[in-house]
């Protein structure tokens, strides 16, 4: 009797294998052959193996073997030394990685926590990112992803470790005056600023002391006197009561000049009679001081010096022991004295009008500015 087909209802022929010339076509080209590796199901695609059993039985002849994942890195960073992708290959690679599922960049994020980037990756990626400019849609998105984000206290650490001796070039740091400018800080913001900067010195009382040191030194003190002279020279507008005294002496027929440097004001002197926030220079023993920019400089040698309740301490409102900010009342009237006693000998004549008067006795105080000017 002939041999037929194993295929149930199929009654042709036997070919082989135990199927006929059409079942056994099927049983070659399908998927039905699996790896013979114990425990894998994958398809079958030679020498009895999987794609994956039979890549590692040629690489390292070996289908148990696996790799250990540094040396795999480092054979295929060597195998590809040398070899440059062209510029549509990096750009079809940065398109198909320039938008990640949040799934995606949260596998991402797991798998370089607690990695540390060598010094020299951390220098190829600050090469490679300068002079780069963030794009406004950049720039916003960026933001918005770290609005709200908490740091834990150690991450705020690492990143304070991190940032500490670095030097911003002086183009770096004007750009972030000018980021800054306009922007203020909320009062919860502020709070939390100031709580975290007494903890830190509460913590760290060297810090303070070291911090205070700098700031006495003389160099510094002569830096934090530029630097107020210079926001004083540059502000748009004296403050209501000094525009006060301006107005009585334009009122009077004085002429303003708006010069500040002395030796070019001098040169004026022709053409105008008075001028605001000039530097005159000056010398005393016991003051590291060698300038002092007064509010109104009359020709030749006649100085008004406009003096605030708080800031000059009045001797109307407050006692000798008074604080005033961080120093006493006696304090500023004795600096106060020898800076105008060093002026005198220079051979200027001083008046002083306090705001008290201006607010309490203006008709007189305005007699007083008068006689003084013209006299």
Known sequence: MARICSVKGCKNKHKGRGFCDTHLAKEIFTDSKLCTHDGCNNKHKGRGYCDKHLQRLRKWGDVNFVPDPKIANAKRAKSSKGHSVSKQTREKISKANSNPSKQTRKKLSESHKGKRVPKIVKQKISISLTGRKLTKEHAEKSRIGLTGLKRSPQQRKNISKGRMGIKFSKEHLKNLSISHRGHKASEVTRKRMSISIKKTYDENPELRQKLSDIQSTPERKQLQREVMRQVRHNQQKPNLKELKIKEILTNAGLVFNPEQDLNRFNQQSDKSNFGMFINIPFSHTQLEQKFKEVDFLIQPNKIIE??????????????????????????????????????????????????????????????????????
Request: zero cysteines; aromatic letters at 8%; glycine letters at 4%.
């Open 306 to 375: 406009h003096n605030g309740g708080y800031d000059h301490a009045d001797p109307r409102k407050y006692k000798p022991n008074d604080k005033i900010r961080k120093t006493t009342a006696k304090t500023i009237w004795k600096k106060e004295k020898m800076i105008h006693d060093s002026l005198k000998i220079e051979g200027y004549e001083i008046l002083v009008v306090w705001q008290l008067d201006l607010d309490t006795d203006a008709e007189n105080t305005t007699k007083k500015i008068l006689k003084f000017a013209k006299s």
